[in-house]
């Protein structure tokens, strides 16, 4: 048979594998019945999950970067000092922080 060596922090254990009973098709240990339904789900619809996280991310950054440049055009309209000319009058409009947030 074959020989295994497994450690731990405090103990070391050597088993010796003799033949084995059950195919490893059938072997189920608890990891895997456990998370058996998160391979199904990932299997059925992981291009999908993907596919709506990235459109959904796509969003969240492009309303983002909206935001964020509404909030400066709207405190150039009010005679404020660019931020490139370095005004920091735009960290006082809460659509620029709502843009930021996003």
Do not use: M
Not at 17 to 45: F, G, H, K, M
Not at 77 to 91: F, N
């Amino acid at each position: 048979g074959s020989l295994i060596t497994l450690s731990c922090l405090s103990h070391r254990a050597v088993c010796q594998v003799i033949s084995s009973a059950v195919p490893a098709d059938l072997v189920q240990d608890n990891a895997t019945s456990d998370s058996s339904w998160i391979t199904r789900l990932e299997n059925s619809y992981g291009f999908y999950i993907g596919l709506g996280l990235a459109v959904f991310s796509s969003f969240l950054i492009g309303s983002s970067v909206i935001l964020k440049k509404k909030g400066l055009l709207r405190l150039v309209e009010k005679g404020g000092t660019r931020a490139g000319d370095g005004g920091h009058g735009y960290l006082k409009d809460w659509l620029w922080w709502a843009g930021l947030l996003t």
